[in-house]
């Protein structure tokens, strides 16, 4: 029996296993695929009119470096970083407003709510540092 998800079965654990790490790899890759698009969108957003441009929207690019803080919190603790990023995505919908905006519920809060989520799952059915 392995104690580690209660079944007597070696090959299911190992598929459950790889179906584990599939989810945290896929979670951590929707936060920074949205991370760094939303940074470089409002880094970007003023460019056009310079360097003084760039620095008057300096100040809603650093919203987004935060969730790149929650991603790399994420990789060295993935219960904490789980946790923090389902708060954000929860938190986004009012900050954004993003009940009136389906493009924004959909694009932004609930992706990173999802992958907050998922990490929590992942780390609860595949802690870290475990085997098989």
Known sequence: MCPAYGTR???????????MR???YAARTVLI??????????????A????????VNLQNALLWLGLLAIVYI?????????AI????GIGSVFFFNAWTSPVVL???SLPISVAGIALMVCNRLDPPGHST
Request: aromatic share 14%; hydrophobic share 55%; glycine share 22%.
């Open 106 to 108: 959909l694009g932004v």
């Open 85 to 88: 990023g389902l708060v954000a």
């Open 22 to 24: 599939f989810l945290r």
């Open 48 to 55: 056009g009119n310079g360097v003084g441009g760039f620095l």
């Open 9 to 19: 079965n070696g090959v299911l654990a190992r598929k459950l296993v790889k179906r």
């Open 74 to 82: 994420a990789f060295r603790c993935e219960l904490l970083g789980g």
């Open 33 to 46: 695929v949205i991370a760094l698009f939303w940074f470089s969108f409002a880094g970007l957003s003023g």
